[in-house]
């Protein structure tokens, strides 16, 4: 704004102190109106396609840190494995000898899922979703303050049929606390009741299959009962 107001200044001065060339100018615009009009929109138009530029580049700029709040929080690495069976190993790897810079760590479990509806009409389902298992008592300790985990009202870690859901995928399926969803995972379905619903920031927007399984968006977090993938991979 102020840029625009300095290089507007040498066209006001001259306006002011130079009346010939103040005529000639307004002269030439009565004489060509439409060339005049089309000056005018070109100024229009490139104004409005810069602004629409920075208000996009502004907009992605923000959402990129916004997903250090909502899908990191105070997570600052992820160690990564397809193999369940090595993860006790590498957890006792981590606390033997933890990296520099590193004070906690902590378990994450989870695998791609489709969440869906129990109605039996118009069933609304929710193919980004991801089963996480997690310690919810470890997850508050999980970092400077436990608001920034998403558990701080939270409750106790789910068991048996109870599912904790982040609200984004509490929004997508129109569900609420008490509801009952239907899971879906290694061509395996178990229906839970909804016992709690967390906001969508930090660990309780985290799921770690986001990279496996190339999603544009973030997958919608189900946190269930420790045990609860284990026994829908294996059928049982």
Known sequence: MVLAFLLLIPVLVDIVSRPSFRSLAFRNISRRKGEAVLVILGGLLGTAIITAAFIVGDTIDASFRDSARTNLGPADVALRSTDPAKIDAVEQALRAAPPPG?????????????????????????PHAALVEAD???????????????????????????????DKLAA???????????????GASRTFTVRTVVPEIG??????????????????SVFVAPGTIASMASGT
Not at 151 to 159: C, K, L, R, V, Y
Not at 172 to 180: A, E, F, K
């Open 102 to 126: 590193v004070d906690g760590t902590i378990r994450l479990l989870s695998t791609p899922a489709v969440a869906a509806t129990t109605a039996a009409s118009a069933r609304v389902a929710e």
């Open 136 to 166: 919810f008592d470890a997850a508050r300790r999980f970092g400077a303050d436990p608001a920034i985990t998403g558990f701080a009202d939270a409750g106790a870690t789910p068991s048996g049929e109870e599912a904790v859901i982040n």
């Open 172 to 186: 997508s399926l129109g569900v609420r606390t008490g509801d009952r969803i239907e899971l879906f995972a290694y």
């Open 203 to 220: 660990l309780a927007g985290y799921a770690a299959v986001r990279e496996l399984t190339f999603s544009p968006v973030p997958p919608r």
